[in-house]
T-cell receptor, first 107, second 113 residues
Framework: KNEVEQSPQNLTAQEGEFITINCSYSVGISALHWLQQHPGGGIVSLFMLSSGKKKHGRLIATINIQEKHSSLHITASHPRDSAVYICAAFTGNQFYFGTGTSLTVIP | GAGVSQSPSNKVTEKGKDVELRCDPISGHTALYWYRQSLGQGLEFLIYFQGNSAPDKSGLPSDRFSAERTGGSVSTLTIQRTQQEDSAVYLC???????????FGSGTRLTVV
């Protein structure tokens, strides 16, 4: 069993839809990261969470420490949101990565 | 191995000493990134290698930091005259061509005492 599980693996949405990507982890963490990678592009750090909720533009990330679960939400999705989204659990000593969620937003 | 390997996994060094951190990417991966995670901070980009092109060094925090990639494969991140603020987990990631996604190493925890 992987230390970090993401779902779904692939997601196709219509422009404007509300999107949720889920991440469950089994290790003790000091922080949970959400990363984004566009095709042909580099890795962008979207959020680092240790509790509660963070919002940046149309992106919202939440974490429930007791349930060891985090979600990344995208409101009013747009084709430029199409990317791979990666959840990473940071224990303080090392990282554990999810396999990523490939999101395609269709105009 | 099948994944990205980083060594050492943990390193404790005295302030002022030089350290070398190593990243063995997946064979055939042309793109390689170094990041670091400092206490309470987000992931910080350090340097990016793509094939034989000149590396993007725009993230290196000072001239004490340097990195090289020999033969387009193994990369070494060198920190000279380490300072306590260099303490962090240093993370390496590699990709075939930036299209198919990155594979990450598990990181090297550096502690400067």
């Amino acid at each position: 069993k992987n230390e970090v599980e993401q779902s779904p693996q692939n997601l196709t949405a219509q422009e404007g839809e509300f999107i949720t990507i889920n991440c469950s982890y089994s290790v003790g963490i000091s922080a949970l990261h959400w990363l984004q990678q566009h095709p042909g592009g580099g890795i962008v750090s979207l959020f680092m969470l240790s509790s509660g909720k963070k919002k940046h533009g149309r992106l919202i990330a939440t974490i429930n420490i007791q349930e060891k679960h985090s979600s990344l939400h995208i409101t009013a999705s747009h084709p430029r949101d199409s990317a791979v989204y990666i959840c990473a659990a940071f224990t303080g000593n090392q990282f554990y990565f999810g396999t990523g969620t490939s999101l395609t937003v269709i105009p | 191995g099948a994944g990205v390997s980083q060594s050492p996994s943990n390193k404790v060094t005295e302030k002022g000493k030089d350290v070398e951190l190593r990243c063995d990417p997946i064979s055939g991966h042309t793109a390689l990134y170094w990041y670091r995670q400092s206490l309470g901070q987000g992931l910080e980009f350090l340097i990016y290698f793509q094939g034989n092109s000149a590396p993007d060094k725009s993230g290196l925090p000072s001239d004490r930091f340097s990195a090289e990639r020999t033969g387009g494969s193994v990369s070494t991140l060198t920190i000279q005259r380490t300072q306590q603020e260099d303490s962090a987990v240093y993370l390496c990631a590699s990709s075939q061509d930036r299209v198919y996604g990155y594979t990450f190493g598990s990181g090297t925890r550096l502690t400067v005492v």
